[in-house]
């Protein structure tokens, strides 16, 4: 970090290292290649989850009750301590070298240090803490070797580089591959009925050999520097441990109500809450994958093309509150039948939750993009202090509506959290402006909504006959209330046109 860098008069606590180049090789890349980027992060994401959720489902029948707890419960022993190895580096990582791309060998080092030197103290700490909580010994050796793990993140800090130069086909080139690896391997392990601690060997052999894979296809591109450079190391470490601690409030805040639904009404209760938890997660490939892109366009246009970065982030708004409405509407209208199928007619009083759970989603899909916004804008200390907010408010409101409604009252909770953190963000100076173009640009999208629903209101339509009959009603008074045009295009097009030289 050079000590000449001036803090920018958005951000006077961060220093901007570097300053953004004009010249060809650094300018936007073009919309095919964003399209391409954009279209590859949603099938990565897509199969990527789907690969996931086949490896869940062999481990759960293969292992059994017993062995798939365990296997659980070290899981979540072990993402509170990756939490501590990572905290929000990835991000800020991502952030930096969309900004400053020349300085990646020293930015991407300092952060392999910083991982490297914080897992030497977690992993022992692990599984001391995990003595002292009187953990079984065997579980306490599948920790340890989960833990053995935790250096091999750095490859968060390899996908961030792919990520900041818009090639995530890199990174689901070995991502992918490697979630099909583990699903073969915990296949073998179940079908020759090894012990559960088999399956964390395979964890971690496929994490050696996906790591070495990504860094050998990183090195073509650049050369971690490991010299230390405490300035640069402080930043990343403070910016870092800033954004971390807001992602535990979030995490916290997305599994608290189950928690608490399970202590206040039961087991049956977290079930019911659980289909719509599941079904709600799964739809955010979206926001995900449109992320992978615009998070490094943000970060990069932010102080070299001012109108790029609010277009960037207008249209960012206005497609996802476009797509989320709808789903929500489908979602609740097709919510017995999509649930027969998926689940079973048992599941049937799971309905009402998913719904209350779809139309929330609207804040996850926008969200996406003011949280991202909120980063690059380093606000940070702010990120903080409202999510402890909604977290206080949620679990305050959990207490008041489980009691009377169960998973209904979880669910309500969940959506109404959310929307005192928007409200928050909605009122103060420093974001104001950034939801206010989030709930311009939701107006058109909120009204066909309401043209839709009255269509099927009308023609007394129910289930699939009425989804569909919504969304091409959607669509219709979208487009006369100019949703969507030709003009988007031509918009898109000027936006991630090539800058030229100065």
Not at 27 to 42: C, Q, Y
Not at 58 to 83: D, H, K, N, P, T
């Amino acid at each position: 970090m050079s000590p000449s860098d001036e803090p920018s008069a958005d951000s006077p606590e961060r220093p901007r290292r570097g300053r953004p180049s004009h010249s060809p090789a650094a300018a936007m890349p073009r919309l095919r290649k964003l399209a391409h980027n954009t279209l590859i992060g949603l099938g990565g994401t897509v199969a990527h989850k789907a690969l996931a959720f086949a490896t869940t489902l062999v481990l759960a029948r293969g292992l059994g009750q017993e062995g798939f707890g365990v296997y659980s419960f070290v899981g979540v022993y072990i993402f509170f301590a990756s939490f501590l190895v990572d905290l929000g580096m990835e991000r800020v990582v991502t952030r930096e070298l969309s900004r400053a791309p020349k300085e990646s060998d020293q930015i991407i080092g300092n952060a392999i240090l910083l991982k490297l030197a914080f897992s030497a103290v977690v992993i022992p700490a692990a599984y001391v803490v995990a003595i002292v909580l009187g953990v079984p010994a065997d579980v306490r050796w599948c920790i340890l070797v989960a833990a053995l793990g935790l250096p091999l993140s750095i490859d968060s800090l390899l996908r961030g580089f792919f990520q900041s130069r818009f090639e995530v086909r890199y990174i689901f080139a070995v991502t992918l591959p490697s979630s099909a690896l583990f699903l073969a391997l915990a296949s073998i392990c179940v079908s020759l009925h090894l012990p559960v601690r088999s399956v964390f060997y395979a964890q971690l052999i496929n994490g050696m050999i996906t790591l070495s894979v990504l860094m050998a296809l990183t090195l073509r591109h650049l050369r971690p520097s490991l010299r230390l450079q405490p300035q640069m190391m402080k930043f990343l470490l403070r910016d870092a441990g800033e954004v971390g601690l807001f992602v535990l409030m979030f995490m916290l805040a997305m599994r608290l109500d189950q928690i608490l639904l399970y202590q206040l009404s039961g087991a049956e209760e977290v079930g019911r809450y659980a289909i719509g938890v599941r079904v709600t997660e799964a739809l955010s490939v979206f926001p995900e994958a449109l992320m992978m892109t615009v998070f490094p366009l943000l970060a990069s246009t932010q102080h070299s093309a001012p109108q790029r970065f609010h277009e960037t982030y207008r249209l960012s708004f206005k497609y996802l509150a476009a797509t989320v409405l709808p789903i929500a509407l489908v979602l609740t209208l097709t919510r017995d039948e999509m649930i027969d199928v998926f689940f079973g007619a048992a599941y049937r009083s799971s309905g009402v939750p998913l719904v209350i759970l779809a139309w929330g989603m609207f804040f996850a899909y926008t969200g996406a993009v003011y949280l991202n916004l909120f980063i690059v804008q380093s606000l940070h200390r702010l990120m903080l202090l409202v999510s402890l907010v909604a977290l206080v408010a949620d679990v305050a409101i959990n207490f008041w509506l489980i009691p009377r409604y169960g998973a209904s009252g979880a669910a309500a909770a969940t959506v109404l959290a959310n929307l005192v953190g928007f409200v928050f963000w909605a009122l103060h100076p420093s974001t104001a402006g950034f939801i206010a173009v989030c709930l311009r640009e939701t107006l058109r999208p909120l009204a066909s909504i309401g043209g839709a629903w009255g269509m099927v209101w009308l023609l007394h339509l129910d289930g699939l006959p009425a989804a569909v009959t919504a969304v091409g009603s959607y669509l219709a008074v979208l487009a006369a209330l100019g949703g969507v045009g030709r003009g988007d295009v031509v918009l898109i097009r000027q936006l991630f046109a090539p800058e030229r030289a100065a």
